[in-house]
């Protein structure tokens, strides 16, 4: 069974960076694409922020482009969510997902496996 478990949210104050962290286990990694989403409070659909396909292709929403970064490590089974400049909008629950055919969609329904979430809130 394929398992996802982010890490790294919290607290930052505007301007700030954090680095999220995904960790996957039960499956073949690097045969996956890897997206980050996002579920802002009082909202009910969960936001792209970015994806990275198997050959390392990316692809970003305009709100966070020049300021998000994605990457992942096969060698560890991990995809990282780099972010600077962050602004009290992008406070919300992250979440990461893995799409088993490599395409990095933008779509959540695209994806088959979902992390739990990890908060980010961005607040002075």
């Known amino acids: 069974q394929v398992q996802l478990v982010e890490s790294g949210g919290g607290l930052v104050q505007p301007g700030g960076s954090l680095r999220l962290s995904c960790a996957v286990s039960?499956?073949?990694?690097?045969?996956?694409?890897m997206g980050w989403f996002r579920q802002a409070p009082g909202k009910e659909y969960r936001e792209f922020v970015t994806t990275i396909g198997t050959g390392g292709y990316t692809y970003s929403a305009d709100s966070v482009k020049g300021r998000f970064t994605i990457s992942r490590d096969n060698a560890k089974n991990t995809v990282y969510l780099q972010m600077n400049s962050l602004k009290p909008e992008d406070t919300a629950v992250y979440y990461c997902?893995?799409?088993?055919?490599?395409?990095?969609?933008?779509?959540?329904?695209?994806?088959?496996?979902w992390g739990q979430g990890t908060q980010v809130t961005v607040s002075s």
């Open positions: 039960g499956g073949t990694f690097s045969n996956y694409a």
């Open positions: 997902a893995a799409d088993v055919t490599g395409w990095a969609p933008v779509l959540p329904n695209d994806y088959n496996y």
